[in-house]
């Protein structure tokens, strides 16, 4: 195939997908199926994440410790956010929670711009 003729079918499905996801006026479905489990995996990713140094901190105190005195309910809490991963994976999550940190953006499905827009 010459260069001009895939340079058009890029640029055909370019224009197609960009007026799918930013003009033509459909339902927005963040909140069903498979999308609400990203973005609350995403948001779990995130919260964890802020609260990196306590967890970190407190699991390797434990580990150190030589592990006999358990967890806090709090590092509990925060392993526990991530316990969907184990059925969905981190990939889509990871990456829709780069996308609102890279644009700024509002953890949730109000936020649902940056990851289409980096898509």
């Known amino acids: 195939m010459s260069r001009r003729l895939l340079f058009t079918i890029f640029v055909f499905a370019l224009v197609a997908r960009l007026w799918f996801n930013f003009v033509y006026p459909h339902a927005n479905n963040a909140g069903a199926a498979d999308g609400s489990e990203y973005l609350r995996l995403a948001r779990a990713l995130g919260e964890v994440f802020s609260n990196y140094p306590a967890l970190v901190g407190e699991i ?52 649902w711009m940056a990851p289409v827009f980096f898509q």
Not at 67 to 81: N, P, R, T, V, Y
Not at 96 to 101: E, G, K, P, T, V
């Open 60 to 111: 390797s105190s434990n580990f150190f410790q030589g592990g006999s005195c358990g967890l806090s309910q709090f590092a509990k809490d925060q392993i526990a956010k991530l316990s969907g991963f184990s059925q969905s994976g981190p990939v889509f999550p990871a990456f829709i929670l780069a996308s609102w940190l890279v644009s700024g953006s509002t953890y949730g499905p109000s936020g």
